[in-house]
């Protein structure tokens, strides 16, 4: 008999999500039944605080376990039963494993930013990089850049205290300044071999781009986490003055391929989702 999945995505605006395509057109590829639902909270007109109605009905449904976005990956944390050790650190969710009456929460956000961006970026120096951005997501790729070997990690958040919190968790976790809350962002871009946009900022609901054009230069590598679209403004930006990019669809492909394991307990093959995702967006 075939495996059997049922997954979904929790967030807000995520029709354009290409997450669930890169799972079932993986899982046939390995001959399994496999079925990826959005719940999209903007598509449903719910708010954000819906999450533990959704977490319960997923349940009593049958679903094998659902993927967390923006704006839910920290609010799920306080109804979840485990944490892995990744998620706990970061603290932050994006992927849950439903099973034997568990709600178990990891975080692939991490790992995929990570694996992105040794495939993209190799030899990129690491030595001063500036994140902006300090929410879920933000908290998942700062934990990947320390654990990269990134020097001294400087955080710019539209909420100074929120940045502020989490240089304190990543010093805790990776050594004393390791990582700290910008006082002055432009000074900081000025010192910094290179930028990770860590913000919604560049998708299309949420237009514009996180660093200003003015602070970009030559000399410094942009990492974009956003995916869709994969040329964002910043990115965009940050051609024309002729810096090294990445955009944001090798972490997609790689947060998923982690999540797939997680999910199914096999391990999809991280080439193939990687040339599906490449078909997915490829300008007609």
Known sequence: ??????????????????????????????????LYRLIDLTALGLPAD????????????????????????????????????????????????LTHGKRIGHNTDASGFAAAFRRGLPDAALDRVVQFGAGGAGCAVAHAALGLGVGQL????????????????????FGANRAVAAADSTAAVAAADGLINATPMGMAKYPGQAVPDAMLQSNHWVADIVYFPLETALLATARAKRCRVLHGGGMAVFQAVEAFRLFTGTAPRADRMLAHFDQLTASP
């Open 1 to 34: 008999m075939q495996p059997c999945y049922l997954i979904g995505l929790i967030g807000s605006g995520i029709q354009a999500s290409l997450t669930p395509a890169m799972h079932m057109q993986e899982a046939d590829a390995l001959g399994f039944r496999y």
């Open 50 to 97: 819906a999450l533990p109605d959704l977490l319960t009905a997923a349940e009593r449904m049958g679903f094998n376990g659902l993927n967390i976005t923006h704006p839910c990956k920290q609010l799920v944390l306080p109804l979840l039963d485990q944490l892995s050790d990744d998620a706990r650190a970061i603290g932050a969710v994006n992927t849950v494993v």
């Open 154 to 173: 400087t955080l710019v958040d539209t909420d100074p205290l929120r940045a502020a919190a989490l240089a304190h968790s990543l010093c805790a976790r």
